[in-house]
């Protein structure tokens, strides 16, 4: 019995937990939005007026910075800092770990002997200097050189994070090494945003307009996430070191019900999200949207849109917080992209649009969509930018977690396409036939019952197996994997848009003003006559799909290992080093980090379901063995004929497990020559078809070893008892 003293423990502590005491109902969420963030009504409240107009100017245009205000905002922000309680203050910067990081100092200084004064000065605020060598560089540094910055992010405001014991303040920063070389992923960000803006003005320029606002894209990144009980988790080393099993066979009851979906929240979940929510809201995040997801304990938060570089600092807070308040109900998020096998994988949906102040949204269609040149030249861009980098935009997703889902019925493939919609594929195809003259109306669905209103139709259907996906007045990058920061993802679409800005814009400018109509025509026919094979309407999970795409000559690169290189193709390189967002050494550094991690992450795999097989499923299905053992001898003694079969099969599949696991030891330590590419080739070739065949046998195991032997939490538990 004792093999499953932790599981029994961990169904005690689930069944018998006490919901919180705690009501938040006192307080209005509206009046705590944004109270832990030095946002612009601190900066108007706090800063004298000429100083808090020029910060708020680099904030709403790009302006830049005035370096002399460094002081007096510093010196506002130490002392709103310490009216919340902070004793410390943190640069938080995001290495290319996809993680945050950062090093907090005290605002304590020593004054004398026996006393100490706060200090935080406007140089303090405005560069710090962590140690660079332990974050992966992709050889761009070694481990002996580790001097690097951080640097303010005016554009992302300071705020505050609470803990039980006390308050810091952190401050949005880009990392950059002592050379100079990006370390990081909101440099490259805030680089592709400035390219965006210029070619997105040029286009406006072209129709006229002036006075234009800067544009800029926006985002909202939907986050899909698994809570289990912690002590559930906390008996799988699996999931406590890979953040995903690598055993388990399939409950007898899975999603097949199709129940799950925008279900009733359970109580303990629905108050972990409402505690969420209230931490999110402090810190000026604006999450909209909470539901069940598709598989038993998985769900969903999703903001609305905001500004891209301030999106993916808010994304990484996300993350961090549903981690964190989920402690406090006993439960553990899990954000890994397929923590539970046979179930819906996780995904961080992109939502991204571009737009300012002064048109609005540039993706908006309006009500004829085919008259809307400005609008069509966008989209056009988008167009061409994605089928030119498909394989970039595969790249920026590829992990070793995000393979175990695209393409699994639950996710997008690996083939990157657009879905348009009906109505704009309709408006393209006229545009490749000679010009586009009408659009598809919507019109209106009349339910039939005379106490509801007929609802207004959408011109088309949406799309979810679409890669990318235009929903309205945005598209929808639906790759990213839920454990992946978007930051990355949203550089490379501003680098692309903005190149096929530029070209579209170029081609433009060359004509008189009269004939201005004419050359957009032409420009929109070529795009999608070299560019519409990227155009896909139908069911991208489907085998027709996935032959006609490579007769369309799509790319499909079904793993990490086929889609890194795509870093360095001559077309990535050419538009990240033209408008100056990274070098060549840059995004080779970034192609070399992809095959390490994914390695890595391989590697970790392989070790733990060596020492789980070897050390905690093998001597449970031995013990089983014993027991049947020795029941068929006692039978067998009294006379009776003794079943076996059971005994046989646990027998064999033991036998298989053992060797299993010695192929996995094999192909594990074989030495690879010709480096990172073609270890990371041979852990995908060889390491992880081993890793199934040990699993296998495994989950078979599972299915026959008396329950009371069984030392591992099961699906069937941690997917349903909650």
């Given at each position: 019995m004792s093999a499953s003293i932790s599981r029994l423990q961990a169904i005690k502590a689930v069944t018998e937990y006490k919901p919180s005491d705690t009501d938040f109902r006192s307080v209005f969420s509206a009046d705590l939005y944004g109270s832990n963030v030095f946002g612009p009504a601190e900066i108007k409240k706090r800063l004298p007026k000429d100083i808090a107009k020029s910060v708020l100017k680099t904030i709403e245009t790009g302006a830049k910075l005035d370096p002399t205000v460094a002081d007096v905002v510093a010196t506002a922000i130490k002392n709103w800092a310490l009216e919340k309680g902070a004793t410390h203050y943190a640069h938080v910067f995001y290495p290319l770990t996809g993680l945050p990081a950062a090093k907090h100092d005290s605002f304590l200084s020593p004054e004398g002997v026996g006393s100490a004064i706060t200090e935080f000065s406007g140089k303090t605020l405005i560069q710090g200097e962590p140690d660079a060598s332990s974050f992966p560089s992709g050889g761009i540094r070694s481990t002996a050189e580790a001097r690097g910055y951080t640097v303010w992010d005016v554009t992302s405001p300071a705020y505050i994070r609470e803990s039980p014991n006390g308050t810091t303040l952190y401050i949005p920063t880009a990392f950059i090494s002592?050379?100079?070389?990006?370390?990081?992923?909101?440099?490259?960000?805030?680089?592709?945003?400035?390219?965006?803006?210029?070619q997105a003005q040029r286009i406006l320029a072209l129709f006229g307009h002036e006075k234009v606002a800067p544009v800029a894209s926006t985002a909202g990144a939907e986050q899909e996430y698994f809570l289990i009980d912690r002590n559930f988790y906390y008996a799988r080393p699996d999931l406590l070191n890979a953040g995903r099993t690598l055993f388990g066979a399939p409950s007898p009851k899975g999603q097949e019900f199709e129940d799950q979906y925008f279900?009733?929240?359970?109580?303990?979940?629905l108050a972990f999200m409402q505690d969420s929510e209230r931490e999110l809201f402090k810190l000026g995040i604006p999450v909209k949207t909470r539901h069940?997801?598709?598989?038993?304990?998985?769900?969903?938060?999703?903001?609305?849109?905001?500004?891209?570089?301030l999106a993916a600092d808010h994304q990484q807070l996300v993350m961090s917080t549903l981690r964190g308040v989920a402690t406090k109900y006993g439960l553990t998020a899990l954000l890994a992209e397929k923590p539970f096998a046979g179930v819906n994988g996780s995904g961080k949906h992109l939502n991204v649009s571009l737009g300012n102040s002064t048109q609005g949204n540039l993706l908006e269609p309006g009500e004829t969509p085919h008259a809307n040149a400005q609008f069509l030249l966008f989209v056009g861009a988008v167009i061409r930018a994605v089928d030119i980098h498909a394989a970039l935009l595969r790249a920026v997703v590829a992990s070793a977690g995000n393979d175990h889902r695209l393409g699994a019925n639950e996710a997008p493939p690996a083939i990157i396409s657009i879905f348009l919609g009906e109505q704009l594929a309709d408006v393209f195809e006229q545009i490749r036939k000679g010009g586009a003259k009408t659009s598809k109306s919507g019109g209106t669905i009349n339910i039939g019952v005379d106490t509801l209103p007929p609802l207004p139709k959408d011109a088309g259907d949406r799309n979810r197996?679409?890669?990318?996906?235009f929903t309205g007045n945005k598209f929808e990058f639906r790759a990213v994997g839920s454990n992946q920061p978007v930051g990355p993802g949203i550089a490379v679409l501003n680098v692309i848009i903005a190149e096929s800005l530029d070209y579209i814009a170029t081609e433009l400018e060359k004509v008189a003003p009269e004939k201005l109509n004419e050359a957009i025509q032409n420009v929109l026919q070529k795009i999608v006559n070299e560019h519409g094979k990227v155009i896909f309407n139908g069911n991208g999970y489907s085998e027709e799909w996935h032959a006609e795409a490579a007769q369309r000559g799509l790319p499909n690169l079904k793993t990490t290992v086929d889609a890194l290189p795509a870093y360095t193709y001559p077309t990535t390189i050419a538009a990240f080093e033209k408008f100056g967002v990274l070098t060549k050494r840059e995004l080779e550094a970034r192609e070399e980090i992809g095959f390490e991690q994914y390695v890595k992450t391989v590697n970790v795999e392989a070790n733990l379901v060596v020492e789980i097989a070897k050390t905690t499923i093998y001597p449970a299905a031995v013990r089983y063995q014993s027991e049947l053992a020795d029941s068929a001898a006692k039978t067998k003694a009294a006379g009776v004929e003794a079943d076996t079969t059971v005994l046989a099969q646990v027998a064999t599949l033991s036998k298989e497990l053992l060797a299993s696991v010695s192929k996995l030891e094999c192909v594990h330590a074989q030495e690879?020559?010709?480096?990172?590419?073609?270890?990371?080739?041979h852990y995908r070739d060889a390491v992880i078809p081993a890793l199934a065949e040990v699993r296998?046998?495994?989950?078979?195991?599972?299915?026959?070893v008396a329950d009371d032997l069984w030392p591992l939490p099961t699906y069937q538990e941690m997917l349903f008892i909650k």
């Open positions: 002592w050379t100079g070389d990006i370390l990081d992923n909101k440099t490259p960000l805030l680089r592709a945003a400035q390219a965006l803006n210029i279900g009733i929240i359970p109580e303990r979940v069940n997801e598709v598989a038993p304990a998985q769900y969903e938060v999703a903001p609305v849109y905001e500004t891209s570089n197996t679409s890669p990318f996906a690879v020559a010709g480096g990172l590419k073609a270890e990371a080739a296998a046998a495994a989950d078979a195991l599972e299915a026959v």
